[in-house]
Every structure is written in structure tokens, then in C-alpha cells.
């Protein structure tokens, strides 16, 4: 018999455990909504929505924040987009997905006609990467660092240790910017043979809903991406908004909210430790928390009877029914949730 295990739901994410009035740790987006100076400018760019959008000093502006010239960045309709673009644009003789991780870039490439081979890392070893896990002849690698759902932040040594020439290495950072200081990030290196890097503003930012993200890599790379990409593919408001996020003043405010959650997680993670029936492996890094409980299922259901909505794991490759995504939230929602568990659990 076939069992989710085996063949899980890839189309599935946080936002189907949602309802209305449920408490959402389900879905990473770090902010409840936009920061106000931020929709102040998405309500200015709606005055240039007669003309057709223009990248250019988006594409600046990403660029100079990661110290490359602005052939060497594409603005995406978000992070998923990119992948898609990615599907599009290559022929890989060999597919490798770092699993467990975000399920859209192999549905990417199962939908554009390519086989994926999965890495699985293991809970027990603190979901680590070892470059020896990847078989030689993958000409094409994705990972995400740091990673959802495990939150484990890989280092930046280990991930330049499986590139190589002939392959591509794509590295999915759509939360690295939660991550104070950045330090295991690639976007900047440009030595890495066939690097590709994936940010998005989704969720530093509270934008889900816009669809504003970037690749950075060789220009080649990118220039096959962008042939793949539709026309316009990113609207005036999403590249208003994503200048408008790499002002000096904007990063300060993102490095604020990193360092809040932080602290946030620390202490979701130091209650959670209160629960003797919930366990998490390897370092948390990310905005979200894994845990793993020999009663998950029953667990989640409960506590969507008590109005909070976790994200179910068994929907990712290489985990199975006993395991539950947590969002990082503010301390009362934190509390909110830990009551609820001791209740559950009695
Ligand atoms: C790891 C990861 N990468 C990419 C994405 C997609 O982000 P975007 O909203 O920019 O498409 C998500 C969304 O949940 C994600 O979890």
C-alpha cells in the first residue's frame, strides 16, 4: 500500500491550514501585514500602473546590495516563480532535491518533464548536509538554507563543497534574510561555479500577496531565466516595493526583526523543551521551528479545536506523520500556544 509517507502531497502548504479567526502558526510570513512606509509606497506606485513595469532599478538596487552588477540579478513574480523559470530553462541529466525541504521547486521540475532524484538528511544527525550525500554525477543540486521546514542554517563551507563545474547549484535563501547578518549566505559569491540563488520578500516583509522575489548567479544562467519568464512578469508595485526594502533604513529594520526572532524562537523553543512529548533535532535558525510527536495528527486536529493552526509535516519528503511545523510568533501567541499543548497533552 501506497502511504502519504511514500508519496506525499507536494501541492500542499501553511496557508490551506488556515480558517478564518484560527491563530496562524502555520504560515511563515513574519508579519501580520506590511509595515506602514511600505504600503505608503505600494499606494504611490498605483499612480504609475498605466505604464508597463520596469526592472531596471530593482534590479540595481538588489544588485548593489549584493555586490554584483545588476546583469547578475532577476526580479521573479516571488521565489516560486523563480523555480519555475528554473524548470523551464534547464536540461538536467541529473535532478538532486536536498530534502526535507520546500516542496515547489521539485514540483517545478516533475511539471516541466524532469526526473528528481531526493537527498533525504537525517533528523537523528541534525538534518545535516553531507557534500558526500550528493551522488557525483548530479549536474543539478537545490537546497534551501536555511531550510524549511527543519530551520537548520547549513554552512556556507559545506554547500561551496558540492559545487562544482558542470553542475548547477541552486540555493533557495527565501529566509536567510530572518537570519541576523546573513552570515552563511551565498548571494554575493561570485566564485561559486554554476551558483544560483533564490530570495524572496515575501516574508521578512509581509508581502505573500504581492509576489516579489529575485535570482542572483551568472548572468548566463540568469539570461536563460529570464527568456523563460513571461513577459512583465512582475508588476510596478512588487518592484516599487522591493526597492523601496533595500533602503539603508529598511535593512535596519530587517535586521531588527531578525534579531527579534531570535529571541522569539529561543523562547518558543525553551517552552516547548517544557513538553517532555515533543522533540526537535539539529539548531533552529529560521522563523519556524520542527518538532516531531508520536502523536502529531491528534495533536494539530486539537489544537485547531482550540483556534491555532500548525502546519502539518507529513507533506514534506522524508518526514512522516510525526512531525509539525511552528511558526516563531510573538511571546503571548507563543504562551497562547504552550497552554494549549499542556492542555492536549494533560
Ligand atoms: C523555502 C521557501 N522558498 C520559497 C518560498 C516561496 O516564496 P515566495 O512567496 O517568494 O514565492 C517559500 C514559501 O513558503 C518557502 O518556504
Redesign the pocket.
Known amino acids: 500500500m501506497t502511504t502519504l509517507a511514500d508519496n506525499p502531497d507536494l501541492a500542499h502548504?501553511?496557508d490551506l491550514e488556515l480558517a478564518p479567526g484560527l491563530v496562524d502558526l502555520a504560515v511563515?510570513v513574519l508579519r501580520p501585514e506590511p509595515p506602514p512606509w511600505l504600503r505608503q509606497v505600494l499606494a504611490e506606485s498605483l499612480a504609475t500602473l498605466a505604464a508597463y513595469p520596469d526592472p531596471t532599478e530593482a534590479e540595481t538596487i538588489v544588485a548593489a546590495r549584493h555586490n554584483r552588477p545588476a546583469n547578475e540579478v532577476l526580479m521573479t513574480a516571488?521565489?516560486?516563480?523563480a523555480f519555475v523559470l528554473l524548470a523551464r530553462a534547464v536540461r538536467p541529466a541529473h535532478a538532486v532535491i536536498v530534502h526535507p525541504?520546500?516542496t515547489?521547486p521539485e514540483v517545478a521540475l516533475r511539471a516541466a518533464g524532469h526526473q528528481v532524484d531526493r537527498v533525504m538528511l537525517d533528523a537523528t544527525d541534525g538534518f545535516r548536509l553531507h557534500p558526500e550525500q550528493i551522488p557525483a554525477s548530479a549536474d543539478l543540486v537545490i537546497i534551501?538554507n536555511p531550510t524549511?521546514p527543519t530551520s537548520v542554517l547549513h554552512p556556507a563551507q559545506t554547500l561551496r563543497a558540492i559545487a562544482r563545474p558542470g553542475r548547477m547549484l541552486v540555493v533557495?535563501e527565501?529566509?536567510m534574510d530572518a537570519v541576523p547578518g546573513e552570515p552563511e549566505s551565498l548571494a554575493a559569491d561570485r566564485d561559486i561555479p554554476g551558483l544560483l540563488v533564490?530570495r524572496?520578500?515575501?516574508?521578512m516583509w509581509g508581502l505573500?500577496g504581492l509576489?516579489?522575489?529575485y535570482a542572483v548567479g551568472e548572468a548566463r544562467v540568469l539570461g536563460a531565466l529570464s527568456r523563460a519568464q513571461p513577459l512583465w512578469a512582475v508588476s510596478s508595485p512588487a518592484l516599487a516595493a522591493a526597492a523601496a526594502c533595500f533602503s539603508p533604513r529598511a535593512q535596519n529594520e530587517a535586521m531588527t526583526t531578525a534579531l527579534q526572532v531570535d529571541v522569539q524562537r529561543a523562547y518558543l523553543l525553551d517552552r516547548l523543551s517544557t513538553l517532555p512529548q515533543l522533540r526537535t533535532y539539529g539548531r533552529a535558525r529560521a522563523p519556524f521551528v520542527l518538532v516531531e510527536t508520536d502523536q502529531a495528527e491528534q495533536l494539530r486536529l486539537k489544537l485547531r479545536e482550540r483556534g491555532i493552526a500548525v502546519r502539518r509535516g507529513d507533506t514534506f519528503p522524508g518526514l512522516g506523520p510525526d512531525w509539525l511545523r511552528i511558526a516563531v510568533r510573538p511571546y503571548a501567541i507563543t504562551d497562547r500556544l504552550i497552554e494549549a499543548l499542556s492542555t492536549i497533552l494533560g
Do not use: P, V
Request: glycine share 16%; charged share 20%.
Open positions: 502548504h501553511g511563515n516571488g521565489a516560486a516563480e525541504q520546500f515547489e534551501g524549511n533557495d527565501a529566509f533564490i524572496s520578500l515575501t516574508k505573500a509576489r516579489i522575489g
